[in-house]
């Protein structure tokens, strides 16, 4: 039998073991590690699966499996002693993937012996430096070291094939050392201390996370022409700048801001999804003075009083009684769907935006002085979806419920 691949994802859920504890309310768990003396680690493997067994150390018969290419020790309790046998075990130079996420390691380990390293992740540990990954292979192309303690970005500007850096929920101030990796594509660094974006001009990256920041201005991504997802939600950024000539943007979000009107997004004709609810954008007609050049359209909704099922739960006579008294003044499913399918397809709501529509037609709102709704009131959600159709392009406008 050739075996390439084991996985003993979470086996000591089901090895028999005397400290077995029972109860009607939970699934039987294990308090001990997994041993592995008693499983076959076959020659021919090319990929183990180790994850969330309480392992504490390596097995050293792993060091003999010169075939392996993945190894996942994810969601162990292994510390930075345990891992040390790894820098020593030549047969797993070819190793391509090394999973070392969520356990218990203070530093990056050694890893210079995996000459051919494409994935690497320590995220979820209790790291405070990048120190040491200056010796890891530079055929590198993803390194993962979200949720740690790292306070800056180092010795990472040798690793020219690196296409994903994760560096999001760490204690990261500035932006730095990047300028050389010109092969990235996605950076997340989201839930860190930035107030500055310092982009170094990355004209191939593709999509860029700076949530829960501390940024105040939206410029310096004017270099990254092939961005086409930029998320910059719970910052604290007052103006929308910096866009123009972003033209592959296809997501923009910039929820929990301080925004008081879109600005900037003329050229944005790619653009499919805005996020802008949690701003200070008093009405959705601030959309249509930005005189989007894609034809976005932003419309609110009232369905009506819809005939459905939510009281299924509470069926009954006086809940049938009441339903058949009202009856007559309930909109079926479709009756309901029919003013959105409308504004979605009717060619002569193709320019209207800021609207609000009920039964197919146009409405007043409570408070007509106030056009729509406030988005910083009601917390909406403005997403825009483009359609191909055979007709002429349109944007789905905005339905809420």
């Given amino acids: 039998m050739y075996i390439t691949r084991l ?25 001990t590690p997994l041993h ?8 021919t493997l090319t990929d183990l699966d180790l994850t969330v067994n309480r392992l504490s150390e390596l097995d050293s018969r792993i060091a003999h499996l010169s075939m392996l290419k993945k190894l996942s020790l994810r969601q162990n309790l292994i510390e930075d002693s345990a891992v040390e046998p790894l820098s020593r075990w030549d047969a797993l130079s070819d190793l391509e993937e090394l999973i070392l996420r969520d356990n218990k390691l203070a530093e ?14 320590v995220s979820f ?13 530079s055929t590198l192309k993803e ?4 949720k740690n303690e790292v306070y800056k970005i180092m010795e990472i500007e040798y690793l020219h094939d690196l296409q994903i850096l994760e560096l999001g929920s760490n204690r990261l101030r500035v932006m730095v050392n990047m300028e050389s990796l010109t092969k ?10 930035i107030k500055v974006v310092n982009l170094c001009g990355l004209r191939c990256i593709k999509k860029i996370s700076l949530q829960s920041n501390q940024l105040t201005s939206m410029k310096g991504f004017e270099d990254c022409v092939a961005l086409a997802e930029l998320y910059l939600s719970h910052n604290g950024i007052s103006k929308m700048e910096g866009l123009s ?5 296809r997501v923009l979000d910039v929820l929990n801001n301080k925004l008081t009107s879109v600005d900037d997004i003329q050229s944005l004709t790619k653009l499919e999804d805005l996020w802008l609810n949690d701003n200070q954008i008093e009405i959705l007609e601030a959309i249509t003075e930005a005189k989007m050049d894609a034809n976005v359209t932003a419309n609110c909704v009232h369905p009506g009083i819809v005939r459905t099922r939510l009281t299924r739960d509470r069926d009954g006579l006086i809940t049938d009684f009441v339903f058949f008294l009202t009856s007559k003044l309930l909109k079926s499913v479709p009756q309901a769907a029919a003013t959105t399918c409308c504004l979605a397809t009717s060619p002569r709501l193709r320019n209207v935006c800021g609207k609000y529509f009920s039964d197919c037609n146009e409405a007043r ?5 106030r056009a729509i709704l406030k988005l910083r009131d009601c917390g909406l959600l403005l997403s825009c979806w483009s359609l191909q159709l055979p007709l002429p392009m349109f944007i789905k406008p905005l339905t809420t419920f």
């Avoid at 990235?184 to 201390?193: K, T, V």
């Avoid at 709102?365 to 002085?369: G, I, K, R």
């Fill in 108 to 121: 990056v380990p050694d890893i210079s012996i995996f000459s051919r390293l494409l994935v690497f992740d």
């Fill in 245 to 249: 000539a972003l033209v592959n943007l």
């Fill in 184 to 193: 990235l594509e996605e950076l997340w660094l989201g839930r860190n201390r």
């Fill in 125 to 137: 540990n209790e790291i405070t430096s990048l120190e040491g990954l200056s010796k890891a292979s």
């Fill in 36 to 43: 592995l003396d008693s499983i076959e680690l076959p020659p």
């Fill in 143 to 146: 390194l993962y070291v979200s």
């Fill in 7 to 31: 996985s003993l994802r979470a086996l000591l859920l089901h090895l028999p073991s005397p400290s077995f504890q029972f109860s009607r309310s939970r699934t039987p768990t294990i308090n």
């Fill in 365 to 369: 709102t409570s408070n007509p002085d």
